[in-house]
């Protein structure tokens, strides 16, 4: 079912935040945010004949408004990085279309993974592996529509099923980024422990 993915990763992302992150400003918001794209999700409105998702349009302001924090080489470097993942993006929805005979595993899966990996090799820091991945996958689904319509073939943009994409990938990010601080949090634990011994 589209929007399976979203829904289901949505709320345990919202669980988590809430019952066991620490509670002060950025908890509060993330889990507004998580809450608001869950509901705008059901609403679409048509701006320029375009049908998008108010959860779209919502990713979209607040992901730019992060984008555009950046100064000097690091807003042209991140402007290239979204640039191509935007356009890889794009194109990985039009050999979907046109030649669907490659895919050898589901596509919202393959995608996500290819996103992930693009975003690992443009960045190290999770916060900006993360922002690039929205950024392009907002850009990415209205450039495959803006394409499509000029060959009066209508797509939604931000549907369900590219917010299943955004959040496998998004998920598979987080599961990354516990990966990597997983060993040092066992570490600190295990010293701890070691001068407890000690005394």
Known sequence: MEGGYFYWLSWCLWMIY???APKNRVRLLICLYILLLITLSA???T???FHMSLAYILMLMVSYSFAMKKTGISFIYFAFASASMTMLYAAFHF???FDPVWVFAEATW???LVLLFTSFVLYRSFYDRFLVLTVSCCQGDFLYAFVLKQFSFPHPIGSLLFLDGWA???ACLFIWEWLEQLPMYIDTRFQKRAKEAKT
């Open 95 to 97: 050999l979907l279309l």
């Open 110 to 112: 393959l995608l996500a």
């Open 47 to 49: 701006i320029y004949s």
């Open 18 to 20: 809430t019952f066991f």
């Open 43 to 45: 609403h679409d409105v």
């Open 168 to 170: 496998l990938a998004t």
